[in-house]
């Protein structure tokens, strides 16, 4: 596996005077399958290559509650050989494909909401503070087309998500000399999942016998 990232990030405080970031990130990835039969043997046969490219844009908002939002554009290549072949030999079967990913998530800071700062001091200049974050997301996994590499009439899905969950943070920060620092804390997290994937109703004639039909269900959350 060979892979590389690149990001850039930029606060737009100054500009637009609200406190609002945006960044943008690359990822590059390839992976090969070897037989491990042939490797134990000393050869290396090629099963498959597996690449892509990764574009992600993101947002962050902070309007007493922090709203983050984002995609990410998927270039996926993958080759399959249906014989062994060697690393540098041998013809296969690929296909090509565009997925989208986005989301949004709504954090609420409720020491900032409701302006709940008490805090204990420890030292001179050492005091600590409790902190209480609740957040809440939402996303949509692998939206595209079906894949297939030979034949489009036995195309297969990708595996098309919806994600729902929620977060609650405790903690306790601490100030020493004026800055904050991390101390102790404690994160719950509950998510559900929805597969947006299902088997068509095909009803065949007597006697004949057809390959599952999938299709795509709608989003919803649920």
């Known amino acids: 596996i060979t892979g590389g990232a690149l990001n850039f990030s930029y606060n737009l405080q100054e500009k637009l005077g ?78 090509d494909a565009t997925v989208l990913d986005y989301g949004i998530a709504i954090k609420f800071p409720f020491n900032k909401l409701f302006n709940f700062y008490p805090s204990i001091d420890l030292l001179q200049n050492l005091s600590i503070q409790p902190i209480i974050d609740f957040a809440v997301g939402y996303s949509i996994l692998n939206v595209g087309d079906e894949v297939y590499y030979i034949d489009k009439k036995q195309s297969d899905p990708l595996p098309r998500l919806e994600r729902l969950g929620y977060s609650i943070s405790i903690g306790f920060e601490s100030q020493f000399y004026g800055k904050n620092i991390n101390l102790l804390g404690f994160d719950y997290t509950v998510d559900a999942e929805n597969s947006l ?17 999938y299709e795509y269900e709608s989003i919803s959350v649920s």
């Open 197 to 213: 994937v299902r088997i068509a109703n095909i009803f065949p004639p007597p006697n004949v016998r057809l390959l599952p039909q």
């Open 18 to 95: 609200i406190q609002m970031g945006i960044g943008v990130g690359v990822v590059t990835g390839k992976m090969k399958s070897i037989d491990k039969e042939d490797k134990a043997l000393g050869l290396e046969s090629l099963l498959g290559e597996d690449k892509y490219t990764a574009v992600s844009i993101g947002t962050s908002l902070d309007i007493g509650i922090m709203i983050n939002g984002g995609f990410s554009l998927k270039f996926l290549n993958s080759v399959i050989y249906p014989y062994r072949n060697g690393l540098e030999s041998g013809d296969g079967f690929d296909y």
